[in-house]
């Protein structure tokens, strides 16, 4: 956080316990460990998956195909 005469307030990071762990508050967490792992996840977080995005079906027609099949006359004037 920068302050107004220009220096820079760091704060320190809150210690945090396996007893916070998501993990450990679910039953998930089988390590015996001193203290929290890597795979620490705050238990308030809930780790629910992000929100499915909408399907959203297209009014609009198309009027033109992107790419059609080469016609026989076509595929027969690329072998001739
Ligand atoms: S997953 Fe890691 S941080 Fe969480 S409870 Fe287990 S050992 Fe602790």
Redesign the pocket.
């Given at each position: 956080m920068k302050k107004a005469g220009g220096t820079v307030r760091r704060t320190t990071p809150k210690r945090v316990t396996?007893e916070e762990?998501f993990?450990?508050v679910n039953l998930l967490?089988a390590?015996d460990?001193a203290e929290?792992?890597g795979?620490?996840r705050p238990s308030e977080a809930q780790l629910k998956p992000p929100q499915q995005l909408r399907f959203v079906f297209r009014q609009e027609q198309r009027t033109r195909a992107a790419w059609a099949f080469p016609s026989a006359e076509e595929q027969a004037a690329l072998y001739a």
């Open positions: 396996c762990c993990f450990r967490c390590l460990l929290p792992c795979t620490f």
